[in-house]
Structures are given as C-alpha cells and as structure tokens.
C-alpha cells in the first residue's frame, strides 16, 4: 500500500513539475485579444480583409520564468501590443504580423536553442531579443550564422552588436549609457567624486566601463569600486564603506530589484550622496518596491514619459489599457523593436537583405516609443537621445535630456 | 563605527539565517533527510504573510487614523497567521511525501524534495499567487524603536527581526528541551526505532518538528519580506543552498551548532564584503568558508563525531 | 497463572529467507529462556512482538489482545518493553534522561506531553527509584554513550522498566558481561520476577539460561525443536546437535 501510494506521489509530482517547468511554450498569433487580460472595449472590429499571403512570422524571446521574469514578461506584453496594434493598421502591406514566442528562462543556453527552433522549426522571417545581455549574446550568433535579422530590444552589451552584419541594436549601448552617465555627474550635478557599484554581469561590467572611460575626461574622481551579485538583498556593508569614502555620487549599476533594495538600505543608513542609476532601475516596480527612498533617485534611461512624442504618448496609455499596469523602459524598447522591424519589412521586404537595406536608410525615425531614431551607424548602433529621469512624486519625470552628438553616437 | 555596524547589521543577518537553517537542522536530525523544500516553505511563508498583511490593513485602516499603526497592527496579525500556515504546510510535506519516501534511499527524499520546491516555486510565480514581479510588504519596523548609539544605530526593522528570532528561539528551546515532547524529540533524532520502543509515537515527534521547523521558516520568510520589502517567488532560492551551508557548518542535526554557524556565516559574508570586496561573489564566501572549516572539523562546529 | 503472551504460528520470510517458519511459543507469569544457534531467528522473533516487524503469517496475542499489526510505540504502551543484543541507549542524553524518556511512555499519547516538563519532581522520583533499583544512581549524569558496555546493559534494562511493563524482553543480557556483572544481572532479573513480571531471555549462555529460566524453548533455523524445562531440554538429542553442528 504505502509504496503504490509513494509512487502515486513521484508520478504525481513529475507531472507538475514538468508541466510547470520552464519549457519554451509558443503564444498563438495575438490577433485576439488575450483571454486573461482586459479586453479592449473600444476597438473596431478589423476593417482589414484577411491577406492572401499567409501571417509573417516574427521571432521572440524573453524571460518569462526564473529571476527576471517579471522584465520578460513587460517586454513581451509590450511586442504583442505592438503587433496588435500594426495589425489593426492593416499589417505589414496587408499582411498580418505573427509574433512567435518562446522563454528563454533568463538563461544563455536557453536562448541559443530557442533561437535555432525559431530560425529551423518556426521559419520566421527576422527575430527580436526581448531578453537580457547573457541570453542574447548567446542567441545572436545563432540568427546571425542563419542569415537571419536579429533586433536586440534593451540588451546593451556591446558584443551582441559585434557578432555580424545581421545583428542591430534598438537601446542604447552600454558605452554611450555610461558615456551619458558620467556627463550627467560631471555637468549636471557638478560632482567631483564617484564611487561606483557594478553589478557583476554584462550590463554592469559594461555601463561601468563606459561611464569610467568618459569619468576621465569630464575631470571626475572615481574613489571607490566594487562589484556586486545579481540578486543581492545586503548592501549594508558596502554603504558603510561608501559613507566611509564620502563621495558626492554613487553610480551603481543595477536592476531595479537591486536597486530599491539599495537605495533603502543607504537612506536608512544615512547616506548622503546623490545616487545615479540607469535604464535597470526603469521599471515602476523600482518606485513601488523603494517607496519615499526612490525620491530624488536619477537614472539615465531610453524612456522619457514626460516627452510629447505622439507614439511614446500612445505607447504609454495603450499599455496601461491593455495591461492595467504602467509600462517600463523595457517594455518600451521590445515595442520599439518590433515597430523598427516592421518599418523596415514595409520598405525592404521581408528578405534579411531588403530588412538590412531598410534598417540601414532609416532617418528620423518617430514610429517608436524612445525615439526619435535618428539613424543606424556602420556598427548598427542606433544614433538616439539618451533621456535621464528623477523621481519626484513617486513618479518618473524628465530630469535632463541628452542629444549632444559628441555623447550620444556610439 | 563601521565595525560594530557591521557587527550589527551581521546580527540581524544571522538570525535571518539562523530561522531558516533551524528547521532544515531539525528534519535532518530525525529524518536523515535534506528538505530542500524547507526553501519553498520559506517563499510560501512570506506570500502568506503578505498576503493577510494586505488583506488586513484596510480593515485597520477606519478604526486607527494613523496609517503607521495600521500597518504595524496588520504586521503583528500577519506574522502569526504566516507561521501556521507554513506550519501547517511543512507537516503536510510530511505527512504527504516524507512519510512515504523515509527509510527508502535517501536520493528518492532529495529528489521529492527538489520537486516539490520547483513545484511551490512554480505555482508562486502564477499570476494569481504572487506572479512574476516581487511585491512589497510595507511593514516597516511594525511599531519597533530605533536603535541609536555612538558605535552603531539599528533600525526598527532590525530591532523587530531580532525581537521575533529572540522570542521564537525561546519557545521553540523550551519545547525541546523543558518539555516531554522534547525529549521525545531528543530521543528520536538519536534513534527513532529506539524511540518508538520507549513509547515515543515517532510520527507525531515529526510531525511536531516539521510544523515548529515549517513554522520558523515562514517567519523568517515574514521577516525578510518585510527587511528587504520585497516578496517574489524564487525568494528560496538563494536560502535553499545557503540554509544547507549553515546546517553542514554547524553539524548536521545540531541545534546549537546551526545557531553558532549562522553567527560565524553572517559576520565572515559581512567583513569579508566589506573588507576583501569585489574579490568574490558573498555566496561563494558561504562556500568556502564551509570548504576551509570541512578540511578542518569535519563533522561542523558542533556535530557529533 | 493466565497466560502473557502467545506467538502463534509465526512465519517470517525475508526476501527467500525463511527466518521463522510457524513458531508458536506461549509464555507465563515466568522466566522463560529462548535460546539456540546464532540466526535461529531469536531476535526476529522479538522484532515481531515489539512491532519492529511484521509477521509474514500469524499471529501475537498479548493479554487477550492481538498486537501484531499495532506500531511499536501502542505495544510499548501496552505494556512491552525490550532491550536490544547490541546495546542501543540515547548515547548523547545522560542516564537520567534515558530513563526520563521512558517514563514519558504513558503521556507522549496525551496533549499533556507539552505541558509536562520532564524533570518535574512527579517524574524524577521514580526515575531515581529506577536508578537505584538498577544500581545506575552515581551514573545518573553521565552521558549514555560514555557508560562501559555493562552499565549500558544495565541502563537499558533500566530505560525498559521506565514504560512500566508487564512483558520484558531481554536480547542476550549477559553477553559482553563479567561472570560477576552476570550474576548480579541474574539477581536482578530475578527480582524483577518477584515484583510479578513475566520475563522472556534470548541467551546464548547456556549455563546462564539454564540456571535462570523455568522454562526454555529451543530455536534451530526457524523452527522450535525442543522446549521444556532446562533439564529436559539439555538432555534432548536433537538440541545437543543443533549446538554441535553449529
Ligand atoms: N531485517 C532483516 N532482513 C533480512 N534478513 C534478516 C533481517 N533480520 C534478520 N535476518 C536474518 O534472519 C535470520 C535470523 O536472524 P536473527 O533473528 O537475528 O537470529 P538470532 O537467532 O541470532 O537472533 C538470519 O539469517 C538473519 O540474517
Ligand atoms: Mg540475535
């Protein structure tokens, strides 16, 4: 009896789990609205007649399970809004968008084989990285080996770009965001001393090399260094270090998970110093987790939700509709990818070599959320404004925006 | 300063530890078993105290016009509500799988438990139980004094972290070892076949330990919830190895050595951040200082030979 | 004179091992030895009645109630203690709580074993009453562990009478011993007979067994072959080669 029982319980359990397991699950085409989320009341019902060619598949991967989850999943609520709405404009010259997905669990090797099933078994046309830096360092050489257009939406280390000729980015790139982040502390905040936190992946390593890089130039002080661990809870020792050292600002390096638990820990504390943070801290979860301590908090970020662009406007409201929660950074960049994308599939065609064409002749491009793109560079970096925004009101506002040439093409 | 900060912030770190790793000590003294779960219950606690601490508020909020004391009283509701439930839950890992998979070999219990710890984690992160961001738990210090003097200041909440590690370690101390149950308990982590012939109903000692271990962990869940406010559903993660760590460290089954080894552990990942820096990730610290002190002692620091 | 404890017909296969095959045994208000060859299946037997082990058939019949599908502790509570061939005390609790631990038999069913703290006076008289009884008292804070095989001996005995039973089993009390800490653990079984409990003995010490028992069976590879009282039994052809043929 009790061994039927505990075999009963292994299978029972195997079951759950492997359901439950993080295994990549491809979404329908998102023409109808999610069941799950609110439906949209006012919509029209599509005016488009159904194309004779068939949907055009669009690749996607992002973490949707594991640590970092909750920026996966707003990146990829943020592409199917995206699609949504391109496809009730009457798509891609009257054929419909089709976004596949998959999760990439916030792993590398994760997302290389998610890329090969989408390039092998899904044939999709071109892909966006909805994902961190690791997984698409690891996913770009896949698409790139296949000839195949692989748009990195926020992952900002600068070898994803550096694989090949078929890889463009949409955010800004680590150097130029640490570039920003020192002339922010230089000229704005008219500091003298830095102390730096890194956080110890690709993002970090590579914002803090780019702000230390430009740090030398504007005549900053950097006096203090130290790294971190993605997902640490206990700052406390290293705060007490940097009121120790007394720096005017600390320049750390983070996600916002990190972030508010940061800046809690050094106002409780009593740290005096400006902290200066960027694009990971842009999330609302950043304001809600931190509370009153996120007051007065700069970032350096591609979102600015005080700006009076038609389509960030848009972006903003339809998400919050949608989704009945605010969007973020990350999110904005996904839908941003996917509106690039779709631009130049509308002028070049959906070859690799038509969307390469088009994506290499796009010129003040407005159709976005953190735009205005100005154009793609050699490397295929985007030439853009890098915004910086301060809590005020337990909300992001415009603190400074960057368009200066000289410090913003990478 | 920074020092006896350290040391401070060191403390409230370690009874963090030392509420999670308890538990799991308890388990393997009688079961021989490693509850990796242990973790989950842990993430389950703090959902569940968050939870009844956002259920409860707005029903405090009309009868105390201050919002602080509103909180403060949804924090002390919340905390008991959080342990029984995680009670409750880890005698039902028992009663439920345990007790099934006890004496088998010891893989077939890991991976139960491996299991089901991915299982809890899983189901937490679904959009109706915490989904997939990490929420707050704006408890604060829950009515707790702030600590100031010349060498150290220690925050409400840490004050209140300290307070419940005080009095649950207490109670849970008197229930080991003042009671007759405790010294069931006693007798059937040294010999549960021995134990049942002395009369001692084995299976209830365990259940008992899983809900007093189950129950530690939930609070210790509460409590970081509320330290860091932030409640997510891999929130075990990290504890799930670590709280293994404190309990190899201090001798496998040993109460008093998981508390001497969670002290040791805390204050080593304090100064060793705050004075070695970037040299290496704090969790690796854990490790090596369980490696450096196996080579040494290995049974731990208080295990039995 | 009612009759104790009965075995009846008790088979016990481990895997295709056939350890007991139909053993009946009865036992009296006696001191009833249970000797034979090593792996005759003596200490098996014992397994079974304390809940240990389930027999494969039969049955065990103690006081009017079967108990061989109750767990050891209801057996324990019922009224059985034993002790163990190899000595088992609670090595890291003193000698005093090995036997605070027994005396917790009768309340580790009730709600009362959390509120009971257990060295109250209630509880450590008999306790000390046990000790002096088996002679441990200037051992009484001596971790179990520490003790010398005989006392250890002892103090099982000791942790047993705790549960305040009616039926003692005892596993070959005398092996490890001096012939003098054997004669005074025969006295002392014998005055555990007078104070009216029925006592069965595993021994492997023939002289031992002989002398101390009223009555003894005689197990060979799972079968009883002789029993009655020591003269009979040492005198029986089939016993005398089961112990040479060994
Ligand atoms: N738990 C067990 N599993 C398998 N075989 C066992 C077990 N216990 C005892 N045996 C076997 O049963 C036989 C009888 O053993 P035992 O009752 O210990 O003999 P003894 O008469 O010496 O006490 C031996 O062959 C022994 O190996
Ligand atoms: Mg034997």
Redesign the pocket.
């Known amino acids: 009896m009790k061994k039927f029982a505990m075999l009963a319980w292994l299978v029972a359990l195997a079951v759950l789990v492997v359901s439950c397991a993080p295994a990549p699950t491809p979404v329908p085409p998102t023409k109808a609205p999610e069941p799950t989320k609110a439906p949209e009341p006012t919509k029209a019902p599509e005016a488009t007649k159904p194309p004779s060619a068939g949907p055009i598949k669009i690749g996607f991967f992002s973490p949707l399970t594991g640590p970092t989850a909750a920026d996966g999943q707003s990146a990829f609520n943020s592409a199917k809004l995206a699609v949504k709405l391109i496809n009730d404009a009457g798509g891609i010259n009257g054929a419909p968008l089709q976004l596949i997905n998959y999760d990439d669990a916030g792993k590398p090797d994760q997302a290389a084989s998610v890329a090969r099933k989408l390039i092998e078994s899904d044939k999709v046309v071109a892909a966006i990285s909805g994902a961190y830096s690791g997984p698409t360092r690891a996913a770009a050489p896949v698409f790139q080996q296949a000839g195949m257009v692989m748009l990195s939406a926020y992952a900002i280390h600068p070898e994803i770009t550096k694989v090949g000729d078929k890889i463009f980015r949409i955010g800004t790139l680590a150097d130029v965001q640490g570039k920003v982040g020192a002339e922010l502390v230089a000229k704005n905040l008219k500091a003298k001393k830095v102390a730096i936190l890194t956080i110890d992946n690709d993002y970090g390593v590579s914002l803090t090399a780019g702000f230390k890089a430009h740090a030398l130039k504007v005549g900053l002080e950097i006096i203090f260094e130290q790294k971190y661990s993605f997902g640490e809870k206990d700052f406390r020792p290293i705060i007490e270090k940097i009121k120790a050292a007394n720096p005017d600002v600390v320049y750390a390096t983070g996600y916002y998970a990190e972030a508010s638990t940061l800046v809690s820990q050094a106002k409780d504390a009593g740290l005096k110093a400006q902290i200066v943070g960027q694009e990971g801290y842009d999330s609302p979860q950043f304001i809600k987790l931190a509370g009153a301590n996120s007051e007065g908090v700069i970032i350096t970020t591609d979102l600015n939700r005080d700006s009076k662009e038609a389509m960030t406007q848009k972006f903003l409201t339809e998400y919050k509709k949608a989704y009945n929660e605010d969007a973020d950074m990350v999110g904005a960049s996904a839908f941003d990818a996917v509106q690039v994308l779709a631009y130049a599939m509308k002028t070049g065609g959906t070859t690799t070599d038509g969307i390469i064409k088009a994506l290499k002749g796009l010129k003040d491009f407005k159709d976005c959320a953190t735009g205005p793109f100005l154009r793609y560079t050699a490397d295929r970096e985007l030439v853009r404004p890098v915004s910086s925004q301060i809590v005020k009101g337990g909300a992001f506002h415009l603190y400074q925006e960057f368009t200066d040439p000289a410090v913003t093409t990478p | 300063m920074s020092i006896a900060q350290n040391l401070s912030n060191a403390m409230v770190l370690a009874s963090t530890y030392i509420l999670i790793a308890i538990g799991l000590t308890m388990v393997y003294g009688v079961l021989k078993v490693l509850h990796v779960a242990h973790a989950g219950v842990y993430a389950s606690g703090a959902f569940v105290g968050l939870g009844a601490f956002n259920f409860v508020r707005p029903f405090c909020t009309p009868t105390l016009e201050d919002a602080r004391l509103a909180s403060n009283l949804a924090f002390w509701i919340s905390l008991p509500i959080a342990m029984i439930v995680s009670g409750v839950m880890g005698a039902l890992i028992y009663l439920l799988i345990y007790r099934y998979t006890w004496g088998k070999s010891p893989t077939i219990s890991l991976v139960a438990s491996v299991g089901l710890f991915t299982l809890i984690q899983d189901l937490l992160q679904k959009p109706f139980l915490l989904g997939p961001r990490q929420q707050p738990y704006p408890a604060g210090g829950a009515g707790m004094p702030r600590i100031e003097t010349p060498w150290f200041m220690i925050t409400p909440t840490q004050v209140l972290i300290l307070f419940v590690t005080l009095i649950l370690l207490a109670i849970v101390y008197v229930i080991l070892n003042r009671t007759r149950i405790g010294l069931g308990w006693q007798a059937a982590s040294l010999d549960p076949e021995m134990a049942a012939a002395v009369g001692v109903n084995v299976t209830h000692v365990i259940v008992l330990n899983f809900f007093l271990g189950s129950m530690l962990a939930g609070a210790a869940g509460v409590l970081v919830g509320v330290y860091d406010n932030m409640v997510f559903s891999t929130m075990g993660d990290v504890p799930s190895y670590k709280a293994f760590v404190v309990v190899v460290l201090g001798g496998l089954g040993s109460v008093p050595g998981t508390i001497v080894a969670s002290i040791v552990l805390a204050v080593t990942e304090t100064f060793m951040v705050a004075f070695a820096g970037s040299l290496m990730p704090r969790d690796a610290i854990a490790f090596l200082v369980l490696i450096l002190l196996l080579m040494f002692r290995p049974r731990g620091l208080l295990g039995r030979a | 004179m009612s009759t104790r404890l009965e075995a009846r017909n008790i088979t016990k296969r ?2 295709g ?1 056939e ?1 007991l095959r139909g053993v009946s045994v009865t036992a009296q208000d006696e001191i009833l030895g249970l000797i ?10 014992f ?1 079974i009645i304390c809940g240990f ?1 389930r027999p494969t058939s039969g049955a065990v019949i103690f006081e009017d109630r079967a108990i061989h599908t109750k767990r050891t502790h209801e057996i324990t509570q019922s009224g059985i203690a034993r002790t163990f ?1 190899i000595v088992k005390p609670f090595s890291d609790l003193t000698v005093l709580d090995n036997v605070l631990a027994g005396l917790g038999c009768h309340i580790y069913a009730t709600p009362r074993v959390f509120a009971e703290q257990y060295s109250t006076r209630t509880t450590i008289e008999p306790a000390r009453e046990i000790l002096a009884f088996t002679d441990l008292t200037k051992w009484a804070d001596t971790l179990a562990g520490n003790l010398p095989i005989g006392l250890q001996r002892k103090l099982e005995i000791a942790r047993a009478l705790a549960t305040q039973p009616r039926l003692l089993l005892l ?1 070959e009390p005398a092996a490890g011993l001096t012939s003098g800490e054997a004669d005074e653990l025969a006295v002392l079984v014998r005055k555990l007979r007078a104070q009216g409990k029925t006592i069965i003995v ?1 021994e492997h010490n023939m002289a031992f067994a002989m002398n101390l028992c009223q009555r003894i069976v005689v ?1 060979a590879q ?1 079968e009883i072959i002789a029993q009655g009282t020591p003269a009979q039994v040492q005198t029986d052809e089939r016993v005398i080669n089961a112990y040479l043929g060994h």
């Open positions: 481990f895997g091992l350890a034979g060859p090593n792996g005759a299946g003596k200490t098996t037997l397994n082990l061939q596993d595993i197990l799972g």
